[in-house]
């Protein structure tokens, strides 16, 4: 992942589109495709396909139909695991490796004007959804004109569409042309359209989402009360999902999509298995003329906990699964029974700044807890208090190094000081500081007092679902008691733990350590509050996006926002690059979060059976494996 690359190919891309046509041949589909088009239920694949569809480069070579990916989800919210396998179609999309194209996808070819105010995208002729109604123009424009600026959906808008907190407007040259204009430069806009966000703008078709709001359908609301749901807002979000994030968008079998796969049985409540069956206008095709994907579709199970998909795993049940299961404590008992299984183990890149982030909320609700938090001096004890030699080599086997969340050194954004502080096992200056800031005071059991005299403690929670983090928090709290400070831990269903995090009435939140690189400037949550997903001050990140229960943050805050306005004010690489670096300095001197090392090496278990499955293929929420890197070309041949 080569970020001065990254950058530098945006840039020149920005000038001159990047059409990719089909080549002239005759087409092919499934097998049982061909029995729908004999009975007439089903257009011809050539009527199904655009006049252009996407032509994909084979990972090893042209594939066979027929069978299921197969693979297991931890909980009834794991929705991003199936957003990783087939919610993965923006406009333009990261090329396989990472390498710094940006490539068509849904659109052949974009234009942007040299401030970075207009971005004009030419899309497929005769494209269609799912359910083979027409893709058009028409629905990017709904997204961006009709849905994003309603704020009863959205009363957060995306921070990656807004300039100076104005939302864009699309409009429609053709059925086969949208402009999108913002009220000034959008720099880092094209980047996000490639990324996951991007993909907000082609999830919805207007024709059929369109019917459940009041806009397009004046009974919308008798529809909404006819189906048990309590307004339109309630039916659409259960018929559409509003967000790429929403479990609701993998809850309802008619909803159209652009993906390989549809939902067939929906992830509801109480379901043991969700499945996915063949997109049969999937509008991409391999080197010889056959329709993607080659895969029937996709069977997940649905299950209470991170070792059941272990050893489901094992017992050669899974044919594809890095999540919950890819983590180094695992590997040796995954060698052990691979021959057996009938699978491997190959090879992730893990984009993260570091495998863990420990987030003290700053705008905790308790007065007092916000300003013991929220004191540096605290934080830094906290940090020092841990041995990391000793996490590293009981949990990551010693494969690891002591870092805190920083860029990577080999990236554009690279900032060692960010990456390097307050490492060192120190605990007798932990508990200097500890005294120092008026927490000096024990209990008859040794904890510290608060000065108001209550006992010092607070909860670490995490998504029960993450199992070595778990393992992290067990240990890491362990010195925080050996300082005296009341330290637990606390694992929680996913779904819980965002409730209780989003609403701000957590302690200390437990996470992953995003900010690779790239993603690092698209995605800021760790090096600034931008977002609810810096946990470390949701009501900061609320205030930003300019949601309900925002708090004005302190001034270092403010700069780090003004400096991301002028990021996405210029095109011009090296100025993004040294505004980046100071918004980064500045995060070396509040020292938001805590970490412990660097990620480890990342694995995937996949059949051998299973082909065209990338190897060394990155992993990042930016680059949401293992989508971008081709799933629709998967096959099966022993």
Not at 432 to 451: E, H, N, Q, V
Not at 542 to 568: C, F, H, R, S, T
Request: include cysteine; glycine fraction near 8%.
């Amino acid at each position: 992942m080569k970020t001065r690359k990254l950058l530098a190919t945006v840039a020149l891309a920005a000038l001159v589109g990047m059409p990719v046509m089909a080549i002239a041949q005759d087409y092919h589909q499934a097998p049982q495709l061909d029995a729908l088009v004999k009975e007439g239920k089903l257009p011809p694949v050539e009527k199904r396909l655009p006049e252009n569809p996407r032509v994909e480069d084979m990972v090893e070579r042209v594939g066979v139909y027929g069978g299921y990916q197969t693979g297991g989800l931890v909980g009834g919210n794991d929705r991003n695991a199936l957003a990783k396998l087939t919610g993965y179609e923006p406009l333009m999309a990261w090329d396989r490796e990472w390498s710094g194209k940006i490539i068509p996808n849904v659109a052949t070819s974009y234009k942007a004007s040299d401030d970075a105010t207009t971005f004009t995208f030419e899309l497929r002729k005769g494209m269609k959804w799912s359910n083979g109604m027409d893709f058009t123009a028409e629905d990017i424009a709904f997204m961006v004109n009709d849905v994003l600026p309603d704020d009863k959906l959205f009363p957060a808008k995306p921070a990656w569409m807004l300039v100076g907190g104005k939302l864009p407007v699309a409009t429609v040259n053709s059925p086969t042309s949208v402009t999108i204009k913002f009220s000034g430069p959008n720099g880092l806009f094209l980047m996000n359209v490639a990324g996951v966000f991007g993909t907000q703008l082609t999830l919805m078709s207007k024709q059929y989402c369109g019917q459940f709001m009041p806009k397009f359908n004046p009974d919308a609301e008798k529809l909404a009360k006819d189906a048990g749901d309590a307004s339109w807002i309630e039916h659409l979000t259960n018929k559409c999902g509003l967000e790429i994030e929403q479990v609701q968008r993998w809850r309802n079998p008619d909803m159209p999509v652009l993906g390989p796969w549809k939902i067939k049985d929906p992830y509801v409540s109480g379901a043991t298995q969700v499945t996915f069956e063949r997109n049969p206008y999937y509008w991409k095709v391999d080197p010889a003329g056959n329709q993607l994907p080659y895969l029937d579709g996709a069977r997940y199970s649905v299950n209470s906990d991170v070792q059941t998909v272990l050893l489901a795993a094992i017992a050669g049940k899974i044919n594809y699964q890095e999540r919950h299961i890819g983590v180094n404590q695992n590997r040796p008992v995954l060698n052990e029974g691979a021959d057996k299984g009938g699978y491997e183990l190959i090879d992730r890149i893990t984009g993260q700044g570091a495998d863990t982030s420990f987030s003290f909320n700053m705008t905790h609700k308790d007065p007092e807890m916000r300003k013991i938090f929220g004191n540096k001096d605290f934080r830094v004890a906290m940090s020092i208090a841990i041995d990391r030699k000793s996490v590293i080599d009981a949990i990551y086997l010693g494969l690891t190094q002591p870092k805190q969340v920083a860029p990577n050194e080999n990236t554009l954004y690279a900032n060692d000081r960010l990456a390097h502080q307050y490492l060192d096992y120190d605990p007798d200056k932990a508990n200097k500081l500890l005294d120092s800031i008026g927490l000096d005071k024990k209990d008859a059991d040794g904890f510290r007092l608060r000065p108001d005299g209550k006992r010092l403690t607070f909860t670490v929670i995490t998504p029960a679902a993450l199992s070595n983090w778990g393992d992290v928090a067990e240990l890491v709290i362990r010195y925080w008691q050996a300082v005296g400070v009341d330290a637990r831990f606390q694992s929680m269903d996913r779904t819980r733990f965002y409730e209780v995090k989003n609403n701000n009435d957590h302690d200390v939140a437990l996470w992953t350590g995003e900010g690779y690189g790239v993603d690092a400037l698209l995605d800021p949550r760790l090096y600034m509050p931008v977002s609810i997903e810096s946990n470390y001050a949701v009501a900061w990140g609320k205030a930003y996006l300019k949601m309900q229960g925002g708090e004005e943050p302190p001034e270092p805050v403010k700069k780090q926002w003004d400096l991301y306005n002028q990021i996405k004010g210029t095109t011009d690489q090296t100025k993004q690059t040294a505004l980046f670096q100071q918004i980064l300095d500045i995060a070396a001197d509040q020292f938001y979060t805590i970490a412990i090392s660097t990620p480890p090496a990342g694995f995937a278990v996949k059949a051998k059976n299973l082909h065209n499955v990338m190897n060394n293929a990155p992993t990042s929420w930016v680059y949401p494996s293992p989508a971008p890197s081709n799933t629709e070309q998967w096959f099966i041949q022993n």
